[in-house]
């Protein structure tokens, strides 16, 4: 298994810090939000890293050589950072895949390394860490059937009918990642839709009948990093759990 960490964006709204830093080379703590996530990859015995760049990605390549200069890295570098989204950076990162499995993950989020371990060892190939809270408008939201199977993943799904947030950790089968990639494809080539999110694409997969199923998360600390009053917060709760 490989693991993908998406990382390319300029994430403006943490601005000031990220004029001259990218968004996961931010201290939550002592540690960067990179440098905890490779740990949580390290703990779960994963090695072998795709990371698609973008914004100020020297620094990133310097940190993990500085860091981490014992695993295999491969970096993917997205040249259209400031125009594109998540998408178009997965997409850039199939090549480096060769058929492996996929643990895909966004690098905004801090969380818990048994999540990863929850994904792994729930018996579904395809799945995505869920977190149960109440959700609003601006969350990637997810209905899924009594099965945990998804139905529809995105914005615009209902609170109503959300089980929940897709808090953007995911993992593919070898299998699935031809058809994952082939809408992606579709999106990006053909269409030029570049600026949207992944997720469109794995409701294509659903749309085709094909199963994700959640894995429900939420007993495990999880953030994502959107503000300095996320990085605030999260540094808080991470020394009362004593991280």
Not at 41 to 47: E, F
């Amino acid at each position: 298994m490989k693991a993908v960490i998406l990382a390319a964006g300029i994430a403006s709204r943490l601005r000031p810090l990220t004029n001259n830093t990218p968004k996961c080379l931010l201290k939550v703590g002592s540690k960067s939000i990179l440098e905890l996530t490779i740990e949580n990859l390290i703990a779960n015995r994963i090695s072998d890293i795709v990371i698609v760049t973008g914004y100020l990605d020297s620094m990133i390549v310097d940190f993990m050589n500085e860091k981490f200069p014992y695993l295999k890295i491969t970096y993917c570098h997205n040249e259209l950072y400031a125009s594109t989204n998540n998408i178009y950076s997965l997409w850039l990162a199939y090549e480096s895949l060769a058929g492996d499995d996929m643990l895909l993950m966004d690098s905004d989020i801090v969380f818990d390394k048994e999540i990863i371990a929850k994904l792994l060892n729930s018996g579904f190939k395809n799945c995505l860490a869920l977190k149960k809270h109440n959700v609003s408008d601006e969350e990637i939201k997810v209905k899924a059937d009594n099965h945990g199977r998804i139905l529809e993943i995105s914005k615009e799904v209902k609170p109503e009918e959300a089980e929940g947030e897709s808090i953007g950790i995911e993992i593919f089968s070898g299998n699935l990642l031809t058809e994952l990639f082939s809408a992606i494809k579709h999106k990006v080539v053909k269409e030029k839709k570049v600026n949207i999110f992944y997720e469109a694409a794995f409701q294509e997969l659903i749309d085709n009948n094909h199963d994700i199923f959640i894995v429900d998360v939420t007993e495990h600390f999880c953030m994502e990093i959107d503000t300095a009053a996320d990085l605030q917060l999260a540094g808080e709760l991470m020394d009362k759990q004593g991280k």
